[in-house]
């Protein structure tokens, strides 16, 4: 009896504790009036600022929208520019509030370094570039090749693994930075690039000249992008989290930027519980009831986020694939809003 007593008070005990935590975030940041997200910095369509230091990107979109939710001002974002080595530090130590930066969802990430991903908003895939003159059509005919690479990535052990399961040598020219190794690449010290599809295309725009290289065929790895935050707050993980689910849920019912004012009239139940003219789901998160109209209205739906950064209205123009809505042949799914 007395354990029991003492586990229900231990409970209660733990409850209090993560109440009293579950905010911690997002009070940070409304007090300091401004979201610090950590981004790339150097990857197009992603997250890069321009000379004048205006962000733009898939990931940079994503941090706006989170500070569209909470000030109704997407603006309100400092973007810190943080390398792949780096980038977990960042957010561990809380110089940052999240870290949206092309990173792969892995077991050991998720497990070991004290942090939780919210979600998957680029689904993506290692690949391979190479010179058009080196007349290679397959990743399969790189046999002995020297492959540049960036260091502590999940890149660098997934090209280790693709040599050793097709049983080719591999040289393997390691650099700290993306851009290192893209600059190594094109100058011709290594025969090969790899890092993931999106990222291919991103970086053959910086080339010299980009059309004399080629993007492989082969997709070797799944590499779930998205963005993560701190363990212990849960009600920071749920707003991260579902700011990338009303971005999703907002495009499957053809909500936009540019109809929203026009949505928030529906009587589709959906809807309303989506723009916040039925139910208190704003509130739950600690946010507006508007929480997810000022998202869509400032920022747009995922779809909108995803053409003007890497799809068919972006340099990148990479097809939707994997990341179309799952409604047409893709996995971006949102879960209800009810």
């Known amino acids: 009896m007395k354990r029991a007593v003492a586990s229900l008070a231990l409970a209660a005990a733990l409850g209090l504790a993560a109440s009293a935590a579950s905010a911690q975030t997002l009070n ?29 990107g898939l990931d940079v979109d994503f941090c706006r929208a989170i500070a569209a939710a909470i000030f109704n001002d997407a603006k309100k974002v400092k973007f810190v520019p943080l390398t792949a080595k780096d980038r977990f530090t960042a957010l561990q130590s809380g110089e940052v509030d999240l870290l949206a930066r092309n990173t792969t969802w892995t077991s050991s990430r998720d497990t070991s370094l004290g942090l939780n991903f919210t979600g998957v908003n680029y689904y993506d895939g290692q ?16 046999n002995d090749a020297a492959v540049c690479v960036q260091q502590g990535t999940t890149t660098e052990l997934n090209l280790a693994d693709y040599f050793r399961a097709n049983k080719m040598k591999l040289k393997t020219v390691t650099f700290a930075t993306a851009n290192e190794a893209v600059k190594a690449y094109d100058a011709g010290r290594c025969d090969a690039y790899t890092t993931d599809a999106s990222g291919l295309y991103s970086e053959r725009l910086k080339l010299a000249n980009a059309n004399d290289h080629v993007v492989l065929p082969e997709i070797i790895s799944k590499e779930p992008l998205g963005p993560s935050v701190r363990h212990g707050d849960d009600q920071w993980f749920d707003i991260v989290k579902w700011t990338h689910f009303a971005m999703v849920a907002a495009e499957e019912l053809g909500i936009s930027s540019k109809n929203i004012d026009e949505a928030m009239k529906s009587t589709n139940p959906d809807v309303k519980r989506l723009v916040g003219t039925e139910g208190n789901y704003g509130e739950q998160l600690g946010l507006t009831k508007d929480w997810a109209v000022r998202i869509i209205k400032l920022v747009g739906n995922y779809g909108e986020v995803f053409e003007r950064n890497v799809g068919q209205g972006s340099p990148l123009k990479i097809a939707r694939g994997q990341n179309a809505l799952w409604t047409k042949g893709g996995l971006q799914y949102a879960p209800p809003i009810r």
């Open 127 to 142: 690949g391979f570039m190479v010179r058009k003159a080196l007349k290679v059509n397959s990743a399969l005919e790189l």
């Open 28 to 56: 940070t940041v409304k007090s300091r009036g401004m979201l610090h997200c950590g981004s790339n910095g150097s990857l197009a369509g992603f997250g890069l600022p321009d000379a004048q230091g205006n962000w733009t």
